[in-house]
């Protein structure tokens, strides 16, 4: 049983933050602490960037520095660089959202390309990444999911949606890096599920190049992984899951409401949590079939996962199974794993401020609907502040 008190190590958490960054650290998350704050802030912000007030400085030196890597890949190689000497590595992460035009799409699918090569030859960068809305509009993968009739022109804008899928996982399958494709809101999900089965079909043989992810407030997603690890078997190829709990909640519950069906989601958080312990075992307890990629801030899960490699004899350094978080938020899971020899990664958001700053909001509203995470932060950066002071 791994002791429960290896994540309120500080000194070994904030060791690459500076004095005056675990300040700014710890004013943001006392900010996102208060949903009033987050509320008007991010309405202020959208406002201002709509309507091209010089804000991004101000940005750039608060938020935007602290939850990103920079505003290109060459920004952030200081940041890989840095993780990579206390063993941890990167996963840059092109976070650009919402775009509706094949020009912005091929643009995502050919960044997402230069940066998989690139990895190649960076033992510090072994995944790369894309969300499938930076592949193609949501409403046509809505539009598939709900078996919709397709136009001539949307049938068209569909292929060319999967051959960007095929040419970018034909890409990370030549460089031998490992593909981790995000998930998003249920009712554009299926569609995303069937591409992303094809890749790994095509791509998988050997080992698992694509990895898809499993939202796992979302009560369906055991039943869908052994359906599918069942096809896998038959056709002869292998799986790779990112597990996370998920990020639209409120969305899915207000739709599900709207629109008068079940909510897909968990009933409470803590269905949510048995549900993503139940999808981390049933991984584990067939890693030859399928390779984990552990997504998450919740410190139980983690130390879950490391009691279950324990039991099973499996080495902390075994590369079917790795861990991640956000850059910018749970410093203690990431860099304590990083000092016991497992595999973990930050995954870290680049990308010209304004074209960010979606994502950068919807981490704020996250992390305020998750008050006890952001409680846990301040805790462990006062610990920290407080420890660097005696």
């Not at 960007?164 to 030549?174: F, G, L, N």
């Not at 350094?317 to 938020?329: C, E, K, V, Y």
Request: hydrophobic residues 35%; contains cysteine.
């Amino acid at each position: 049983m791994i002791a429960n008190s290896l994540f309120d190590n500080t000194e070994t958490a904030f060791r690459l933050k500076s004095d005056s960054e675990l300040e700014r650290a710890y004013f943001l998350f006392k900010m996102i602490s208060k949903e009033p704050l987050v509320k008007i802030g991010t309405a202020v912000t959208k406002f201002a960037l709509n309507v091209n007030l010089p804000v991004e400085g101000l940005i750039r030196s608060t938020v935007f520095d602290h939850f990103c890597g920079g505003v290109s890949e060459t920004d952030c190689m200081s940041t890989v660089d840095k993780l990579s000497d206390v063993g941890v590595c990167s996963v840059l992460d092109y976070s650009v959202e919402g775009k509706e035009e094949d020009a912005q799409f091929d643009a995502t699918a050919n960044k997402v390309i230069e940066l998989t090569q690139f990895a190649k030859n960076k033992k510090a960068m072994p995944f790369s990444v894309f969300k499938p809305t930076g592949f193609g509009r949501f409403k046509i993968l809505q539009k598939v999911t709900e078996k919709q009739p397709l136009t001539e022109e949307e049938k068209l804008e569909w292929e060319k949606l999967e051959a960007r899928y095929d040419r970018v996982a034909k890409v990370a399958h030549d460089c031998n890096i490992s593909l981790l494709i995000d998930g998003e809101e249920s009712w554009m999900q299926d569609a995303a599920d069937d591409l992303c089965e094809r890749m790994m079909e095509k791509y998988n043989k050997e080992r698992p190049i694509v990895f898809n992810t499993l939202q796992c407030y979302r009560w369906d997603r055991l039943d869908y992984l052994k359906k599918l690890h069942g096809r896998a078997k038959n056709k002869g190829y292998k799986l790779g899951f990112k597990i996370v709990r998920g990020a639209y909640m409120e969305k899915e519950n207000e739709r599900a409401a709207e629109k008068g069906y079940k909510s897909p989601i968990c009933e409470s958080k803590m269905a949510t949590d048995a549900n993503f312990n139940e999808i981390l075992k049933y991984i584990l307890d067939n890693l030859n079939d399928i390779e984990l990629f552990v997504g998450t801030h919740n410190e139980l899960s983690t130390y879950l996962a490391m009691d279950l490699m324990e039991a099973k004899n499996i080495s902390k350094s075994d590369n079917r199974i790795w861990f991640g978080q956000l850059f910018g938020m749970s410093d203690h899971i990431t860099f304590n794993l990083g000092a016991e020899g497992y595999n973990v990664t930050k995954y870290i958001p680049f990308g010209p401020v304004k074209d960010v700053m979606p994502y950068l909001i919807r981490r704020a509203e996250e992390n305020t609907s998750v008050a006890g995470q952001t409680s846990r932060e301040l805790t462990l950066l006062k610990k920290e502040k407080i420890r660097r002071k005696l």
